[in-house]
């Protein structure tokens, strides 16, 4: 499926990345897997997880490249596309998916938490959006519109909040919009952008209760279940999804509907609404609980 296919992971040197850089060579990707190899919460170490996927890679015969760039740095990432297309002569898809944890109530939140947690998840997929869609732009103006793929990573609090995750979910959440706007302005030079919203039992979600799954039986935490989409969205076959966020839940992949604007209470009187008015029409249209988003309460 993805044979002369050129893409660079972010945060593929372990859990959900390191299945994405698997998956795509096992399907004839050429994969650049980036890696700061920094601890759960950001924490500087001396490890190159980037060194063992690739070398995972080439024993089975397939092609990578490792790169220890961090993805919020923006000239560091702007030299990574410029060294992919220089080793390997094009660049076809990104999967956005380096991440980091600071989880904190909000009243006790440190700036430096949030910063930390902004700047890693959405800076860091801007970073790459930006300067990819630079080049494919650029190719596109030479006559060599490619069919290029973003693949961005949001997930269950990014969609729906949760208590503790204030940054790590406001990121998650400007992730999917994000990926909205990356699919209206590059749908003029051959790019579709969606995202992903995966569930694994990593070392990110370790103590959250997901693993456990019976011995024989499929995982439903693996965090390989969410690379075959990502496999498919870097294809060309996907070429006619844009602007999607796909939750995969264990072995089903499910469309996530976008925000949307239900219908409303319309000032009794024909002009301004009165604040008098808000609460009784509002109840009515919304029934007296917020609207919640069924299913997506336990996820992550
Ligand atoms: N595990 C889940 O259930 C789950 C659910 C929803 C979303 N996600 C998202 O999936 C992605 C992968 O998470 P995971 O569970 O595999 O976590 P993980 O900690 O196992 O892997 C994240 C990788 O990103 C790398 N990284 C961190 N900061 C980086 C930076 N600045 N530059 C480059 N690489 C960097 C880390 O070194 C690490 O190898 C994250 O974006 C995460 O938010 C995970």
Same mark, same amino acid.
């Given at each position: 499926?993805?044979?002369?296919?050129?893409?660079?992971?972010?945060?593929?040197?372990?859990?959900?990345?390191?299945?994405?850089?698997?998956?795509?060579?096992?399907?004839?990707?050429?994969?650049?897997?980036?890696?700061?190899?920094?601890?759960?919460?950001?924490?500087?170490?001396?490890?190159?997880?980037?060194?063992?996927?690739?070398?995972?890679?080439?024993?089975?015969?397939?092609?990578?490249?490792?790169?220890?760039?961090?993805?919020?740095?923006?000239?560091?990432?702007?030299?990574?596309?410029?060294?992919?297309?220089?080793?390997?002569?094009?660049?076809?898809?990104?999967?956005?998916?380096?991440?980091?944890?600071?989880?904190?109530?909000?009243?006790?939140?440190?700036?430096?938490?949030?910063?930390?947690?902004?700047?890693?998840?959405?800076?860091?997929?801007?970073?790459?959006?930006?300067?990819?869609?630079?080049?494919?732009?650029?190719?596109?103006? &030479?006559?060599?519109?490619?069919?290029? /793929?973003? #693949?961005?990573? $949001? =997930?269950?609090? +990014? %969609?729906? @909040?949760?208590?503790?995750?204030?940054?790590?979910?406001?990121?998650?959440?400007?992730?999917?919009?994000?990926?909205?706007?990356?699919?209206?302005?590059?749908?003029?030079?051959?790019?579709?952008?969606?995202?992903?919203?995966?569930?694994?039992?990593?070392?990110?979600?370790?103590?959250?209760?997901?693993?456990?799954?019976?011995?024989?039986?499929?995982?439903?935490?693996?965090?390989?279940?969410?690379?075959?989409?990502?496999?498919?969205?870097?294809?060309?076959?996907?070429?006619?999804?844009?602007?999607?966020?796909?939750?995969?839940?264990?072995?089903?992949?499910?469309?996530?509907?976008?925000?949307?604007?239900?219908?409303?209470?319309?000032?009794?009187?024909?002009?301004?609404?009165?604040? &008098?008015?808000?609460?009784?029409?509002? /109840?009515? #249209?919304?029934? $007296? =609980?917020?609207? +919640? %988003?069924? @299913?997506?309460?336990?996820?992550?």
């Amino acid at each position: 499926m993805l044979e002369g296919r050129v893409v660079i992971v972010t945060g593929g040197g372990r859990g959900i990345g390191r299945s994405h850089c698997l998956e795509l060579a096992a399907h004839g990707a050429t994969v650049v897997v980036n890696d700061l190899g920094v601890g759960v919460g950001g924490e500087r170490s001396f490890e190159t997880p980037a060194d063992e996927v690739v070398a995972a890679i080439e024993e089975k015969g397939g092609t990578a490249m490792a790169d220890g760039s961090s993805v919020s740095d923006w000239a560091a990432v702007e030299g990574l596309i410029g060294r992919t297309v220089e080793r390997f002569g094009h660049l076809d898809a990104v999967v956005n998916n380096a991440g980091i944890l600071r989880d904190s109530m909000i009243a006790t939140l440190e700036e430096a938490a949030w910063d930390a947690v902004i700047d890693v998840h959405l800076k860091g997929t801007l970073a790459l959006t930006r300067h990819a869609c630079a080049y494919w732009r650029a190719e596109s103006k &030479a006559g060599r519109t490619r069919a290029a /793929r973003i #693949v961005n990573t $949001t =997930s269950g609090t +990014g %969609l729906a @909040g949760n208590v503790g995750q204030a940054a790590y979910g406001a990121a998650k959440a400007g992730i999917a919009n994000l990926t909205l706007t990356t699919a209206l302005e590059g749908s003029r030079y051959g790019v579709t952008a969606n995202a992903v919203s995966p569930v694994a039992n990593t070392r990110m979600t370790s103590g959250t209760g997901f693993a456990g799954t019976a011995e024989g039986t499929f995982d439903k935490f693996d965090p390989a279940n969410s690379s075959p989409v990502v496999a498919w969205l870097c294809s060309e076959q996907s070429g006619w999804l844009t602007g999607r966020v796909l939750r995969v839940d264990g072995n089903t992949v499910h469309p996530v509907d976008p925000w949307s604007v239900r219908p409303g209470h319309a000032a009794a009187g024909g002009g301004r609404l009165d604040a &008098a008015e808000i609460d009784a029409g509002l /109840r009515v #249209v919304m029934g $007296t =609980s917020p609207a +919640g %988003l069924p @299913g997506l309460s336990v996820i992550r």
